[in-house]
């Protein structure tokens, strides 16, 4: 299990196991470390303390704040560590110290007195926890691959889920708790689990609970001024960034696209440096508004942010490179990984193993307001001719699926709007009651985050769409992102994502984070930055991730789809999420999107076949 999670932890590795009359379960635990803070071996895990014992994944960034108030109640420590501070504010607090922690973390703690093990994830789900439990056995990992390394169990393919996730991530979202794999799971966001061996029946007792939720707007916030709203976001982004750089014995690097999100970020935390930040900026071979923005942005802010150009070349796609982003947990949804992965390969080969990105922004601030999609999701619910949730996915072909494969889709879809006509009332209340009588709670997994009172009437249509592309979008993206940096080795840090920055977007009148005048989101973060920035990067509209040249990609996926034309055609799972025509017009005619989804779909079997 340790051997394929070696890629997340080069540093160092370890093992824990119980032993002695003591110990009436058989307990292992393991771990891969990605050495950040306190590089000396007094770091390494699983660490022990006491009757209590950690594998931990993540970072806490207020750990100097806890480790002072846990040596005031008398406790001591041997590390300069986080992980020890996590493990001692347990023993001191047990699961109420998840409320006191500020970063992003997965990480089981084994009580050897009581027998018990418990697990947590963080609050926005950053640092997956993926586990499979059957009568008296529990494994868990921080990657579907290391459960299934442990050939504890026979991997089978759950086909209903699987087909979900190639045909409802094709429409841009995906469910982070079950996975393709037969009974195997993702521990939801912001959760924790007790588990404890029953001597009487020799099985485990699994419970799971909530420690967190979004909330909803505050109503003594009402009637807060643009000026004092200003004043707080700005605050606490800054002291998000401040903390994720300072608190690190690594070397500090930001990804620096030329929008508003990574400019900020490197203009703050260029001033909370020791050293001067790398900056690093995709380039295509070509001059484009990123490279020129970029440029500005680093000359802007001097000596201390030194930009590196990632020259990603076009060249011929290879299968090494679609294998390099395929994984069980995710189905690889759009070709701009490519240029992720690419990223953060370039950040490992500059010597760094650490980045700050701008990744949440857009789903805290209203970013998406201004955009195709969010316009028409707005305006559409106020047209009666429209069929209004389904213009959600306006133009989404599935004439290319199976049955199976639309019905799943359709799943997605059909409960949405299947009320619209029997029932009444304004908008609202009728959208109020599709979403939560509908089926998008119960297929993201996300109850207890997405309950009736974030569909109340007291919201705003607007505001309910904020909320709705932070659950769709914000927890896919964060894992996703998540999984590629950590496969070279890198630890991407998010600053949008602090949960008090995060808590504070939504807790004050959504109207503050649209400029009304030129319908544009984020307008808070453009206002109270402008002593860090030029105006005109300030105000640069939202731009997507930079991708090759589509002709190009298509190109390559096509040469990939003609030299293993017989396997894919042949791939049990391809057919059974594609009706596939001659070969001639898959070549011709399919848009990249569906070639794209074929030979993923075959990578993604064939990584699956090789562990049988």
Known sequence: MMGALKHRGPDAKGVWKSEGSEEVANVMLGHTRLSIIDLSEKGNQPMVKGDYIITYNGEVYNYPELREQLESKGHSFVSQTDTEVVLTAYIEWGSSALTFFNGFFSFAIWNKKDRSLFVATDRLGVKPFFYWSQNNAFLFGSEVEALLASRFFKAEMDWKQAVKRVTVAAAGFQNLHYTPIKDVFSLAPGHYMQIKHDQTTNSLNVETHPYWSLPLPDPELANITKAEAME????????????????????????????????????????????????????????????????????????????????????????????????????????????????????????????????????????????????????????????????????????????????????????????????????????????????????????????????????????????????????????????????????????????????????????????????KGKHLLRSSFHDYLPADVLSRPKQNFPSAEPTLLKQGLREIFIAHSAEILNCPFVNRVFVLPDPEEILNSWLLSDLWSVVMCWIWYSKFEKLQ
């Open 232 to 519: 707080k976001v700005k605050e606490l982004l800054i002291d998000a960034i401040k903390i994720r750089t300072e608190r690190a014995d690594v070397a500090v690097s930001t990804f620096l696209s030329g929008g508003i999100d990574s400019s900020i970020i490197t203009a703050v935390a260029s001033k909370h440096s020791t050293l001067p930040i790398s900056a690093f900026t995709i380039s295509y071979g070509y001059v484009n508004a990123d490279i020129e923005y970029s440029g500005r942005v680093a000359s802007h802010l001097g000596p201390n942010v030194k930009q590196r150009l990632v020259e990603l070349i076009p060249s011929k796609l290879s299968r090494e490179q679609l294998d390099e982003i395929v994984d069980f947990a995710t189905f690889p949804v759009d070709p701009r990984e490519l240029s992720v992965m690419a990223n953060y390969k370039a950040v490992k080969e500059a010597g760094y193993k650490m980045i700050l990105n701008g990744q949440g922004a857009d789903e805290i601030m209203a970013g998406y307001v201004g955009t195709s999609n969010f316009s028409r999701h707005f305006f559409d619910w106020d047209n009666p001719t429209v069929d209004r949730l389904a213009s959600t996915w306006e133009g989404f072909d599935v004439s290319t699926y199976t049955p199976e494969a639309q019905e799943a889709f359709n799943e997605f879809v059909t409960e949405l709007i299947a009320r619209r006509d029997a029932e009444h009332g304004t908008g609202l209340e009728q959208m109020a009651r599709v979403f939560t009588k509908g089926n998008l709670r119960h297929l993201f997994h996300m109850e207890d985050f997405m309950s009736m009172r974030y569909f109340s009437r007291s919201l705003s249509l607007s505001l309910f769409f904020l909320y709705l592309y932070f659950f769709l979008y914000l927890f896919f993206y964060l894992s996703l992102f998540f999984l590629l940096n950590h496969s070279h080795s890198i630890e991407a840090r998010v600053p949008f994502s602090d949960h008090r920055l995060v808590e504070y977007c939504f807790r004050i009148p959504f109207l503050l984070h649209v400029d009304t005048d030129e319908v």
